[in-house]
C-alpha cells in the first residue's frame, strides 16, 4: 500500500507541489509564446508531454550505459530524436497547428523541464517511476498553460477553444493576445500562486533556472 | 545591400526583439538579468554563440543538409553542434584568451540550453536559405551572420535594460506576492509594447521592405 501511495505521490508531485512552470519556473518561453490561444496551448502540451515522457523512459532505461563525462549531450540526442518524431508527426496531420506553434515545437529540445527531469529524475529512478514522473510534469504544464490561455484567449478575442463566450459587444483586450498581455498574464498567475501559498502556509522559495541544476549553482557561487 | 544589412540589423535589435517581443531566452533574461556586469557578460557570450553557430549551421544546411534531402534532420543536428561549438570554444578560450575566458566563462556552459542560439540558426534559414537561389550564397550567409549578431545586440539590450529596472523595482515596495519575480513579469509587460511601437520606423528609415 504504502509503494502504491509513493506512486502517486510521484504522479501528482508535478501537478501541485512541484509545478514546473508556477513553482519550478523552469520552461517558461514556450509558456509565454503559446498562450495565445487554448488550442495551442493544449496541442502544445500534448507534445511536451509525450517528448518528456518518452525522454524520460529512455533516459532511466539507459542510465547505467550513459557515461557521466558525456552525459548532457547524450540526453539532448534522445530529447531531440523525441522532438524530431513529434514534428513529423505533427507536419503530416495537424498542419495549422504546426504552423501555429512554429519554431517553438523544435525548441522543445533546449526547454529546461525536460532537460532538468533527465538530470535531476530520470537518471536516477526506475523506468516505471520515471515516465510516472513524466506525466505527471507533462500534465502539470499542460494545465498551466492553458490556464494561461484562457485567461489571455478569453479576454483577448472573448472566446474559448474558437468557442465565442463573451458577448460580441463587450470591446476586446486586444494586447492580452499580443507579447505584453503574455508578460502581464504569467506575472499575475504567478503573484496568484504565491498569496495562495501565503494563505495555504506553504510558501517556496522560487529560484530561476534554465540549466540543469548543478550550473546554477556553480552560477550562483560566483556571483 | 548595406543599406539592407543596416535594416536587418537593427529590425532584429528594435522590432523583432527576441525577449521582449519574440519570447526566446526568457530563463537567462529573468535569471541573470540582476546585475549590470553579469548581463553584459551573459549577453557577450550569447553574442558570440550565436554568431559562431550561425556561421556553421548556415552552410551546413544549404551544402549538406539540403542537397542530401535531410531537412527533417535539422533539430538534432542544429543542437548538436551548439553542444560541441560552445564546448570547443570553451576549451580554445580557456587555453589562448584567458581574459576572455575569466569574463564569459561561467556563461559559456548555460549557453547549450539558451533556446536564442537554436531558434536564430533555425530562423536564419527559413528567413534567408531561400536567398541563396536568388542572391547568391555569399549575400545569404552575410544577411544570416548580420541578423544573428544583431539578435544577440537586441537580448544584450533587453538584458542591460531590466538590469538596471530590476535595481529600481527591488528598491520599491511592491505587494508581498509580487515580490521578485512577478513584478519583473509585470514591468517585462509595460517595457514590451515599446518595441512593438518600433514596427515600420526601421523599414521608412532604410526605406527597403525585409
Same mark, same amino acid.
Given at each position: 500500500?504504502?509503494?502504491?501511495?509513493?506512486?502517486?505521490?510521484?504522479?501528482?508531485?508535478?501537478?501541485?507541489?512541484?509545478?514546473?512552470?508556477?513553482? !519550478?519556473?523552469?520552461?517558461?518561453?514556450? /509558456?509565454?509564446?503559446?498562450? $495565445? +490561444?487554448?488550442?495551442? &496551448?493544449?496541442?502544445?502540451? =500534448?507534445?511536451?508531454?509525450?517528448?518528456?515522457?518518452?525522454?524520460?523512459?529512455?533516459?532511466?532505461?539507459?542510465?547505467?550505459?550513459?557515461?557521466?563525462?558525456?552525459?548532457?549531450?547524450?540526453?539532448?540526442?534522445?530529447?531531440?530524436?523525441?522532438?524530431?518524431?513529434?514534428?513529423?508527426?505533427?507536419?503530416?496531420?495537424?498542419?495549422?497547428?504546426?504552423?501555429?506553434?512554429?519554431?517553438?515545437?523544435?525548441?522543445?529540445?533546449v526547454n529546461c523541464i525536460i532537460l532538468g527531469r533527465a538530470?535531476?529524475?530520470?537518471?536516477?529512478?526506475?523506468?516505471?517511476?520515471?515516465? !510516472?514522473?513524466?506525466?505527471?510534469?507533462? /500534465?502539470?504544464?499542460?494545465? $498551466? +498553460?492553458?490556464?494561461? &490561455?484562457?485567461?489571455?484567449? =478569453?479576454?483577448?478575442?472573448?472566446?474559448?477553444?474558437?468557442?465565442?463566450?463573451?458577448?460580441?459587444?463587450?470591446?476586446?483586450?486586444?494586447?492580452?493576445?499580443?507579447?505584453?498581455?503574455?508578460?502581464f498574464c504569467f506575472g499575475l498567475l504567478m503573484a496568484g500562486?504565491?498569496?495562495?501559498?501565503?494563505?495555504?502556509?506553504?510558501?517556496?522559495?522560487?529560484?530561476?533556472?534554465?540549466?540543469?541544476?548543478?550550473?546554477?549553482?556553480?552560477?550562483?557561487?560566483?556571483? | 545591400?548595406?543599406?539592407?544589412?543596416?535594416?536587418?540589423?537593427?529590425?532584429?535589435?528594435?522590432?523583432?526583439?527576441?525577449?521582449?517581443?519574440?519570447?526566446?531566452?526568457?530563463?537567462?533574461?529573468?535569471?541573470?538579468?540582476?546585475?549590470?556586469?553579469?548581463?553584459?557578460?551573459?549577453?557577450?557570450?550569447?553574442?558570440?554563440?550565436?554568431?559562431?553557430?550561425?556561421?556553421?549551421?548556415?552552410?551546413?544546411?544549404?551544402?549538406?543538409?539540403?542537397?542530401?534531402?535531410?531537412?527533417?534532420?535539422?533539430?538534432?543536428?542544429?543542437?548538436?553542434?551548439?553542444?560541441?561549438?560552445?564546448?570547443?570554444?570553451?576549451?580554445?578560450?580557456?587555453?589562448y584568451m584567458v581574459s576572455l575566458y575569466n569574463a564569459l566563462?561561467?556563461?559559456?556552459?548555460?549557453?547549450?540550453?539558451?533556446?536564442?542560439?537554436?531558434?536564430?540558426?533555425?530562423?536564419?534559414?527559413?528567413?534567408?536559405?531561400?536567398?541563396?537561389?536568388?542572391?547568391?550564397?555569399?549575400?545569404?550567409?552575410?544577411?544570416?551572420?548580420?541578423?544573428?549578431?544583431?539578435?544577440?545586440?537586441?537580448?544584450?539590450?533587453?538584458?542591460?535594460?531590466?538590469?538596471?529596472?530590476?535595481?529600481?523595482?527591488?528598491?520599491?515596495?511592491?505587494?508581498?506576492?509580487?515580490?521578485?519575480?512577478?513584478?519583473?513579469?509585470?514591468?517585462?509587460?509595460?517595457?514590451?509594447?515599446?518595441?512593438?511601437?518600433?514596427?515600420?520606423?526601421?523599414?521608412?528609415?532604410?526605406?527597403?521592405?525585409?
Amino acid at each position: 500500500m504504502a509503494q502504491e501511495n509513493s506512486k502517486v505521490s510521484i504522479l501528482t508531485n508535478g501537478i501541485i507541489k512541484e509545478n514546473p512552470v508556477l513553482r !519550478l519556473v523552469l520552461g517558461t518561453c514556450s /509558456i509565454l509564446a503559446v498562450t $495565445t +490561444a487554448v488550442s495551442n &496551448a493544449l496541442g502544445m502540451g =500534448v507534445a511536451f508531454t509525450f517528448v518528456l515522457v518518452c525522454s524520460n523512459i529512455i533516459i532511466s532505461l539507459l542510465r547505467n550505459v550513459i557515461p557521466a563525462k558525456v552525459h548532457l549531450p547524450c540526453y539532448i540526442v534522445v530529447i531531440a530524436g523525441f522532438v524530431t518524431i513529434v514534428q513529423m508527426v505533427m507536419q503530416a496531420y495537424f498542419q495549422s497547428l504546426y504552423t501555429a506553434l512554429g519554431v517553438f515545437l523544435p525548441l522543445i529540445v533546449v526547454n529546461c523541464i525536460i532537460l532538468g527531469r533527465a538530470e535531476m529524475f530520470a537518471c536516477k529512478n526506475s523506468v516505471v517511476d520515471s515516465a !510516472l514522473d513524466g506525466v505527471g510534469m507533462g /500534465i502539470g504544464y499542460t494545465l $498551466t +498553460a492553458t490556464l494561461m &490561455a484562457t485567461l489571455r484567449e =478569453v479576454l483577448g478575442s472573448g472566446s474559448w477553444l474558437g468557442f465565442q463566450v463573451l458577448p460580441e459587444s463587450l470591446p476586446k483586450v486586444g494586447i492580452m493576445t499580443q507579447a505584453p498581455g503574455a508578460f502581464f498574464c504569467f506575472g499575475l498567475l504567478m503573484a496568484g500562486c504565491v498569496w495562495l501559498e501565503g494563505k495555504l502556509d506553504a510558501r517556496v522559495e522560487r529560484k530561476i533556472g534554465c540549466q540543469p541544476l548543478k550550473d546554477l549553482q556553480e552560477g550562483e557561487d560566483k556571483e | 545591400m548595406i543599406v539592407k544589412l543596416a535594416a536587418i540589423f537593427f529590425s532584429m535589435i528594435l522590432v523583432n526583439n527576441y525577449v521582449l517581443v519574440k519570447f526566446y531566452g526568457i530563463c537567462p533574461f529573468l535569471g541573470v538579468s540582476k546585475k549590470l556586469d553579469s548581463s553584459l557578460g551573459m549577453s557577450g557570450a550569447v553574442i558570440f554563440v550565436m554568431f559562431m553557430a550561425t556561421a556553421v549551421t548556415f552552410p551546413l544546411q544549404i551544402f549538406v543538409l539540403d542537397p542530401a534531402d535531410l531537412g527533417y534532420l535539422q533539430t538534432i543536428v542544429f543542437i548538436l553542434v551548439i553542444a560541441v561549438l560552445v564546448q570547443f570554444i570553451e576549451i580554445f578560450l580557456k587555453k589562448y584568451m584567458v581574459s576572455l575566458y575569466n569574463a564569459l566563462g561561467v556563461y559559456l556552459p548555460l549557453i547549450t540550453t539558451n533556446c536564442c542560439v537554436l531558434a536564430v540558426t533555425i530562423l536564419v534559414v527559413d528567413d534567408y536559405g531561400a536567398d541563396v537561389a536568388t542572391l547568391g550564397f555569399a549575400a545569404a550567409y552575410i544577411e544570416s551572420l548580420v541578423c544573428a549578431v544583431g539578435s544577440g545586440v537586441g537580448f544584450m539590450l533587453a538584458m542591460c535594460l531590466f538590469s538596471g529596472v530590476r535595481t529600481r523595482v527591488e528598491a520599491c515596495d511592491p505587494p508581498e506576492p509580487f515580490k521578485g519575480l512577478p513584478i519583473t513579469l509585470v514591468s517585462a509587460a509595460i517595457t514590451s509594447p515599446y518595441f512593438m511601437g518600433f514596427g515600420g520606423i526601421v523599414e521608412n528609415i532604410f526605406n527597403v521592405t525585409l
